[in-house]
Every structure is written in C-alpha cells, then in structure tokens.
C-alpha cells in the first residue's frame, strides 16, 4: 500500500477538494494523509464562504504529516493565497517525490479560489518542483497568458517548455460528443487521451479526482503517460457511475467507488 499526500481545500457537501481526494485514493486501495488550506462552506450550488487556514496551522499539519509518515506521491489542490503557497514550497522542495499540482483558480460555480499574486507565485515556484500540472482550459489560458491561447498545442508546448515540467490540459470545456486530455512533456513529447462525454450533470469534483487519481498511480511507479491513462479510465468510470445519482439540487458528485 502506498501513501499519498493531498494539500487541499475542505468540501462540505464532499464532492471535491480534501474529501474527493480521500475517497479517490481510498477507491485505489492506497492510504490518503491530509493537510487542508482553507476551509469552505459551500454546496452542490456554489462556494458560500471561504476561510483560509492561518498559516502557523499550515505549518504544524504539514511538519505533522512529513516527520512521521513516508510519502510515496503528493497532489495539490485549492491553495488560497501566496503565503500559503510559500509556506506549501517551503515543504514540498525537500520532499524527492511525485508531485501533482491540480491549479484551482476557480470553482465549477464560477467562484475564484486563488489570488492573482498566489497564481504568479506558483507558476515561478511550485510548477517547477512538479512532476504534473493539470489545468483545465481556462485555466491554461490564464497561466500561459499567450496571444495565442486558442490553440491548445501551442498552449501546452509552451507552459510545459518555460517550467520543465509536465502539463495535462483537460478538454472538459470544450464542446462536442468527444473529450480530449492532451499530455505536454519537457523534452516536447505529446500524448492524447480521449473519451466519449457522458451526459450528466454531476461533474463536481472532476479535477481533484483526476489529479489524485494521477498522483497515486505515479506512487504506484507508473510512467506518467501511463498512470495518466489510468487515471482518465478511472473518471471515466467514476462519471458513469455517478450519473444517476441524486445528491443536492446543483451539480452533483462522481462516484469513484
């Protein structure tokens, strides 16, 4: 059994952040630690409330977790502002693991979960101790700032060159009966992964079930390419599963069970 780290914002209704992760990796039958950013009151209809975790609390569940517990991946979720992002560094430089930073910049209702200041610390800091980024479209849009943001292989070339790392730029928000994941390496590698779009509207919590689903087939010692793959057959089927289900009056959550 291996152990996966996930530094993410806590869920009330549990379909994504800190609570999606646990059942994610619990789902793959590793064993999931946690230390939570911020804390939210929000449901299936949106983010009501947000309050950040002060940053002695940050600290202590981080020195908590990584004095006594080996940690074979770690993922990064919701990170609330630049000194948290710091603080998260400050750790995650010494920690000779993969890491998989899932960029959340805003919620699935439109509410904005990182500062500005906090997303141009992460870019310069956290992306390059990183094994995998994974923005959604948008989100590689606002990180890549390119006159040239529509075309997505250039998109994706370009962020994965200037941090040297990886990028997975997911196509959930494109439009069409087919969805494409498309995986940008370094060394100018690319992959796609694609996929028929199941009608549902449960998709809350899509991106931290893929990126801790990611994090914890790479502590399993998969290929990125490959653990990628498995991560996608994973959703997959966490989506199909969850379609039918009745949980709230908004957008629902995956079943990855």
Known sequence: MKTVLTIAGSDTCAGAGIQQDLKTISALNHYAVTVTTALTAQNTRGVQKIMRVPDDMLCAQLESV????????????????????????SFLKNLRVPIV????????????????????????????????????????????????????????????????????????????????????????????FSSPRITTSNLHGTGC?????????LAEGQPLPQAVECAKSFIDRAIFKGKELHIGKGNGPLWPF
């Not at 004095?67 to 000194?83: H, L, N, Q, V």
């Open 66 to 89: 990584l004095s006594d517990i080996r940690i074979d991946a770690a993922k990064t979720g919701m990170i609330p502002d630049e000194d948290s992002a710091r603080i998260i560094v």
């Open 101 to 192: 930073c899932d960029p959340v910049m805003i919620s699935t209702s439109g509410t904005q979960l990182m500062s500005d200041c906090c997303i141009d610390y992460i870019k310069s800091e956290l992306f390059p101790l990183c094994t995998l980024v994974t923005p959604n479209i948008p989100e590689a849009k606002r990180l890549s700032e390119s006159t040239n943001a529509e075309d997505i292989e250039r998109v994706g070339h370009s962020l994965s060159c200037q941090h040297n790392t990886a990028f997975l730029l997911k196509g959930g928000h494109s439009k069409g009966s087919v969805m494409k994941d498309m995986l940008f390496t370094p060394d100018g590698s690319s992959y796609s």
């Open 209 to 217: 079930t893929l990126s801790s689903a990611i994090a914890t087939f």
